[in-house]
Structures are given as structure tokens and as C-alpha cells.
């Protein structure tokens, strides 16, 4: 029995492993606790569970991007480990300096986009990249999916990103400044209900960030396996190595675009919200401390 995931592809052979052995318990788990708990949910509308997620089997126990992302998570890690190799100044190895390559342009970037502060925030921002960008690679691999064509993929990590910037916002500046910085410049008094639409607008256009990110990013990936698809399909025979060839080239080249565009927008988000610390005070502070140790030292 075939598995369909998105689209109409079979699914991958190590998702039907996978729910061979695993589909049965996770199944039973779900309809005993998860299950009544969506259909009690979905009531409230006239609705059942099964109509807004479809059928559920043991066979579909496990998503197919579920595991694939799962793979993908240890896909980055792995291959992050390998290209590290041993670590050497004098003779880098190939791998190293492909690692250093990507370091250095997403630090420049993130000092470009976000300001002086950037690698403060670097590391989840290299995250995101990292592993989205072994995520939209992996649908150029025989037996793999690109879980990134999945909108609960996309989403989650729109989502993530959403968290994120406004969790650092909040942290840094307080609720109250977070969300003053949505009504934008001061403006007087008087122009109350001018300030007051700037604020409903940002404020609606910050919460369907999550949903833009996440459409941006399916809506190329899945585009892009379907196009493989159909024009391979509709390939005469004797071009059926060099079309695919091609559109390979073309899916690896928009791997890259997309993984750029998501970080970069998470990027300029969290330059909003975050600012540089006041550097003209953090002197005047380290003057005070050398003028108090001065002092005592005297005493």
C-alpha cells in the first residue's frame, strides 16, 4: 500500500518504515487522548476532526514531513560536523573554509540588517538558515521530501521566527516600549486617531507575519517540486537526463534564494524591535568605575 504525501508524490520509503513499526502506538495514543480532544474542539463549529485533517490511519501516523524534518534536523548537525573536520589555522580544509565562508556573510549581514548588535542574535539566526537551507536541499535527493514544501513546516517556523523577535523585544525594551514602537513616530496630541490607525495597521500587519513567512517559503518549494514534476514527466525520452539536470540546478538555486529571504526577513524584523546599547553611556559608565577604583585605592 502506497502512502501520498503533498502533491501527489508516493511517499518516501523511510516514512513507511518508519509507520510500519511506529504508526501503530503513535495511532493508538492519538485516538485515545488527542483525538477526543480536536473532536470536542471542532464541535464547536459543526465540525469533525476528520474533515479538517483527513483520514487517519497507522499508515499516516508518523507526517511524511515530520520525519523529513526530523531528518533534517539531523542532517544539519551531521553535515555541520563533517565539513568542521579538525579545526586548523594553517591548513584549512575545504570543508572549514566553506564554514567560514557562510560565518562570515551571515555576520556581515546580521551587522548590516539588524546593527552593531547583530551577533548578539546570531546564533538562532544562523540556526534558521542552517537548518532551512538542509530542508529545501533535500528534495534534490532520491528517497527524500523537502519538509519545507509542507505549509505545517513553513508555518511552524514562521511562527518561531514570530516568537523570537518579539520575545527579544520584550526582553530588551519591556512590553509597554514593544508595543509603543508600533504607533510609530510621536506626533501631537491632536492627531490622536492618526496614531491610533498607525497602530492598528502595524499591529495587524506584525500578526500575519508569521502566516507571510510561512506561505512565502511553501508556496516556492512546493512550486518548485511540482514543476519537477510535471515537465520531467512531459519530457521526451531521450532528454529525460538533461531536463532533470537542469531543473536541479534551478531547485538548488531556489534552496538558496528562499533560505535567504526567510533569514533576511527575520533579520529586519529583529532590527525593529532591538537597538544598540547607548555606547556614549556605557563609556561614561566604565569612566565612573575607573574614577570610584581610583578612589579607593587612594583611600
Not at 537526463?241 to 529571504?261: D, E, H, M
Request: hydrophobic content about 50%; overall charge negative; proline content about 5%.
Amino acid at each position: 500500500m502506497f502512502l501520498f504525501a503533498e502533491g501527489g508524490h508516493h511517499s518516501p520509503l523511510i516514512v513507511e518504515f518508519i509507520n510500519h513499526y511506529l504508526g501503530k502506538p503513535v495511532h493508538h495514543f492519538q485516538m485515545t487522548y488527542t483525538k477526543p480532544v480536536w473532536d470536542k474542539f471542532f464541535s464547536n463549529f459543526g465540525t469533525e476532526a476528520e474533515k479538517v485533517f483527513g483520514e487517519y490511519t497507522v499508515e499516516n501516523a508518523i507526517p511524511w514531513y515530520t520525519i523529513m524534518f526530523v531528518i533534517a534536523c539531523i542532517l544539519t548537525i551531521f553535515a555541520i560536523w563533517i565539513m568542521k573536520g579538525r579545526l586548523s589555522e594553517d591548513d584549512p580544509r575545504p570543508g572549514q573554509m566553506t564554514l567560514e565562508a557562510g560565518y562570515l556573510a551571515l555576520a556581515d549581514m546580521a551587522e548590516r540588517v539588524i546593527g552593531s548588535h547583530g551577533m548578539k542574535y546570531f546564533p538562532v539566526v544562523a540556526t534558521f538558515s542552517c537548518l532551512i537551507l538542509v530542508s529545501n536541499l533535500m528534495g534534490q535527493f532520491p528517497m527524500f521530501m523537502s519538509p519545507t514544501a509542507s505549509v505545517n513546516v513553513t508555518f511552524a517556523l514562521g511562527i518561531s521566527s514570530f516568537i523570537y523577535y518579539n520575545y527579544c523585544g520584550i526582553s530588551e525594551n519591556g512590553l509597554l516600549a514593544h508595543l509603543k514602537h508600533l504607533a510609530g513616530p510621536k506626533l501631537p496630541w491632536f492627531m490622536f486617531i492618526v496614531t491610533m490607525l498607525i497602530f492598528v495597521i502595524e499591529l495587524i500587519s506584525n500578526l500575519i507575519r508569521p502566516m507571510t513567512l510561512g506561505i512565502r517559503l511553501f508556496a516556492n518549494m512546493y512550486s518548485d517540486e511540482q514543476v519537477f514534476v510535471q515537465i520531467t514527466n512531459l519530457a521526451p525520452p531521450l532528454t529525460h537526463f538533461l531536463v532533470p539536470l537542469a531543473l536541479t540546478g534551478l531547485g538548488v538555486f531556489v534552496a538558496f534564494v528562499q533560505t535567504l529571504v526567510f533569514t533576511l526577513l527575520s533579520m529586519i524584523y529583529l532590527g525593529e524591535v532591538t537597538h544598540p546599547h547607548d555606547e556614549h553611556h556605557d563609556e561614561e559608565h566604565h569612566e565612573e568605575e575607573h574614577a570610584e577604583a581610583a578612589v579607593a585605592a587612594a583611600a
